[in-house]
């Protein structure tokens, strides 16, 4: 055997040993692998923040004394560009808390109020419909209570809420402290990746050309720039799309003098990010919230939103965010419902880009197989346009010197 078929034959045997070993022992690899993924999630959160957030700063590095050669604009456009996309986001998320968390404490204000009054006139009903049926008042009244023993039952209950309540309360508090070291972590690498991108991305362009091919680096260039291309057109087109469905949401409320009209406004628009389902959870939210104050309007603002969303989705979504993702609508679906069942909201969120990232791949490399096979493409096969053919009057001059030039 030479060396490349005795290569093989150890890859295989090696492969085949780490088959057998992992699978004797997958309880200890899924536990290192948890353990991993968990030390990973505030880098992975940082990598999302910084891809988010680098949209943001490239419109303001384009604005930012774009014909300025000085060295001064050079040194200063990075971190002045990072605080301003920092300083939009957070104006963002000030506006809208301070837009929803009032509206959302008044009505839970009315609940409060309204609750009390509705359970005593409830009582008072029952109670009234039991003067009617005297053997229901007799069972009721024959009715006798251990009370020594709901006493031991209900210290016993008592202890046990008592610990289950520290034990939840120490739970949240470490969920809480978990949750906020892994976004300042997130936050510091995120602004790392920012002001060091350039010279990141050099660093990653010189390995790759260093220790890979060039077919393999123009793969990779190809699906990084697929990839880049999708995610991007989708923030921009989601963001885009939210606010004008949370403006037309506020606009509609104001014209037929629904009450919350800029709560479930920005609601209706924060939601709208999550594909598909997202304004509807916004409007259910709304809906409820309107239920406070009267049943009727909170039945018209579901109307309402159940037309806006059809005028959403059939208009203004293919519009704003058209083709740039070139996912089809089931497969939409399908990225949102799988996503969200694997990930929750994010998964939500980041499954449509990825399925349209994929979806582009597949459908690229199934051009290149059928343009191999000389099969034409449904694109392919529509008639072209007859190219015209060459002016034959004007005749073709040559461009070599004449004898007697070329020997002197």
């Not at 720039?225 to 469905?245: D, K, M, P, Y």
Request: some cysteine; hydrophobic content about 50%.
């Amino acid at each position: 055997m030479n060396k490349n078929e005795i290569k093989k034959y150890i890859f295989i045997a090696g492969l085949a040993v780490a088959v057998c070993v992992i699978s004797q022992n997958f309880s200890v690899l899924a536990s290192f692998v948890l353990l991993v993924l968990g030390a990973l999630k505030p880098l992975v959160m940082g990598f999302m923040i910084a891809y988010i957030f680098n949209i943001i700063m490239n419109f303001f590095e384009k604005h930012y004394f774009p014909k300025s050669n000085s060295k001064a604009a050079a040194i200063t456009r990075r971190p002045v560009c990072l605080l301003c996309s920092f300083a939009i986001a957070i104006a963002i998320i000030i506006l809208v808390m301070y837009i929803i968390v009032p509206e959302i404490a008044s009505a839970f204000g009315v609940l409060y109020a309204e609750i009390p009054p509705a359970f005593t006139t409830a009582k008072d009903f029952v109670i009234g419909k039991l003067n009617e049926y005297p053997e229901i008042q007799e069972q009721i009244s024959s009715l006798e209570f251990d009370w020594a023993n709901i006493a031991e039952k209900g210290s016993k209950l008592l202890t046990s809420g008592l610990a289950g309540i520290l034990s939840s309360a120490v739970g949240i508090i470490g969920g809480l402290t978990s949750a906020v070291t892994n976004l300042v972590l997130g936050l510091i690498f995120a602004v790392y990746l920012l002001l060091r991108k350039d010279k990141l991305f050099r660093d990653g362009n010189r390995i790759r050309h260093a220790y890979f091919s060039e077919e393999f680096n123009a793969k990779c260039s190809r699906v990084f720039h697929t990839a880049n291309e999708t995610f991007q057109s989708f923030f921009v087109g989601q963001f885009v799309e939210a606010i004008i469905l949370g403006s037309l949401c506020f606009i509609g409320m104001k014209i037929l003098k629904l009450p919350y009209a800029a709560m479930s406004g920005t609601l209706v628009g924060v939601t709208a990010f999550i594909p598909i389902v997202g304004a509807f959870i916004g409007a259910g939210i709304s809906a409820f919230i309107i239920l406070t104050e009267s049943p009727m309007q909170a039945l018209i603002f579901i109307i309402f939103l159940v037309i806006l969303q059809q005028f959403e989705g059939n208009i203004i979504y293919p519009k704003v965010v058209g083709g740039t993702v070139g996912l089809p609508s089931i497969w939409t679906l399908a990225a949102v419902t799988l996503g969200g069942g694997l990930f929750g909201i994010f998964g939500m969120i980041l499954g449509v880009p990825l399925a349209g990232t994929l979806y582009k791949l597949s459908f690229h490399v199934l051009e290149k197989k059928e343009s191999e096979l000389g099969i034409k493409s449904p694109d392919d096969s529509k008639p072209q346009k007859p190219q015209k053919p060459a002016n034959p009057k004007k005749p073709v001059q040559s461009k070599q010197k004449p004898a007697k030039a070329q020997k002197k």
